[in-house]
């Protein structure tokens, strides 16, 4: 059953009434009415577009947000081939908020990683909602050595409202964790592409995300701290959150303009959960053109690029 958001309604009213117009017709109990089916799915589309196009930051938060979003897991069967997961950073424990391994891309043998949010109220327990305590970052580094050990490209999908903040975390050196994560990512001698799939929340996401080509899909964000945050800490009211989300420039279209992300991946109208297959589909095609982008350059060649593309941020500002 598709999941409608507050900002969604007029969209949500006519679909409302198409399906009830198609009931009719499949029950025979109303005549010729297939033109006026036609013209409200039109009317529908062209409201739904309208809309998406038009997007509050805020807005866009939520629709990164929706619960029908795909997640990790998700891209990983759509788009690789032999996943192979590999659990563990050898110093405490396992951390499911982060999963990664080997994988095959169109061809290419991959180190594949991300953070996996859930889907049901099961896996989103067993995932701790994508946020990850230090084991899942040291993880993650121990991942991206040993991709870099055997030469194969790293591909990061970023999902996370940031890192667990719990004390758990902290007493196991959760910022240490993020920056030796951070440390990974900016020493490959491979080619590494980030995807902002979803939300990229503060260090949590930049350490996957330091990457030769960070693209992001067109509704995310990625910010230094979720809108209601930074509302708690600016205004000590999270009821702020949209004027938060607005002063803060956490869309795509934003971050391309500043530098931070090199390429927005379009999504199907009406977001990446109401076509996840197109929405895939396009993300697939994108890392494919950021990995070809990326042969010919050697180690010394791929730590370079990345390093000036991350200190070149915000100059032309």
């Known amino acids: 059953m598709r999941s409608y958001l507050d900002f969604e309604k007029p969209v949500a009213e006519l679909e409302a009434k198409l399906e009830e117009l198609r009931e009719l017709s499949a029950k025979g109990d109303a005549v010729a009415i297939g033109d006026d089916i036609t013209r409200l799915e039109t009317k529908a589309a062209e409201a739904l577009a309208q809309l998406y196009a038009n997007l509050t930051p805020w807005q866009k938060t939520q629709v990164a947000r929706h619960p029908l979003r795909p997640h990790f897991s998700d891209f990983a069967a759509a788009l690789f081939e032999e996943f192979t997961p590999l659990a563990g950073d050898r110093k405490f424990g396992?951390?499911?908020?982060?999963?990664?391994?080997?994988?095959?891309?169109?061809?290419?043998?991959v180190c594949l990683l991300g953070q996996e949010k859930g889907s049901?109220?099961?896996?989103?327990?067993?995932?701790?909602?994508?946020?990850?305590?230090?084991?899942?970052?040291?993880?993650?580094?121990?991942?991206?050595?040993?991709?870099?050990?055997?030469?194969?490209?790293?591909?990061?999908?970023?999902?996370?409202?940031?890192?667990?903040?719990?004390?758990?975390?902290?007493?196991?050196?959760?910022?240490?964790?993020?920056a030796r994560s951070t440390d990974a990512c900016l020493a490959l001698g491979v080619p590494n592409v980030a995807v902002i799939i979803g939300e990229g929340g503060s260090g949590g996401a930049i350490a996957l995300a330091t990457a030769n080509r960070v693209l992001m899909l067109e509704h995310s964000i990625y910010s230094v701290i979720s809108p209601e945050g930074a509302a708690s800490i600016l205004w000590r009211d999270t009821a702020k959150?949209?004027?938060?989300?607005?002063?803060?420039?956490?869309?795509?279209?934003d971050l391309a303009r500043f530098g931070i992300v090199d390429t927005i991946i379009a999504e199907p109208p009406g977001g990446a959960h109401r076509d996840p297959a197109a929405a895939m589909s396009a993300t697939g095609d994108a890392i494919e053109a950021a990995l070809n982008g990326l042969e010919g350059l050697d180690a010394a060649g791929l730590r370079k690029a990345r390093r000036e593309k991350f200190l070149a941020i915000g100059r032309g500002l």
């Open 241 to 253: 959150a949209q004027e938060a989300a607005t002063s803060m420039r956490i869309t795509a279209q």
């Open 120 to 178: 049901t109220t099961e896996t989103r327990i067993k995932h701790n909602f994508g946020m990850a305590r230090p084991e899942g970052y040291r993880k993650a580094a121990r991942l991206m050595e040993l991709a870099d050990r055997f030469q194969l490209p790293v591909i990061s999908l970023v999902d996370t409202a940031g890192a667990f903040p719990g004390l758990d975390a902290e007493e196991r050196g959760q910022a240490e964790a993020i």
């Open 94 to 109: 396992d951390d499911m908020a982060i999963l990664g391994g080997l994988a095959r891309f169109r061809g290419r043998a």
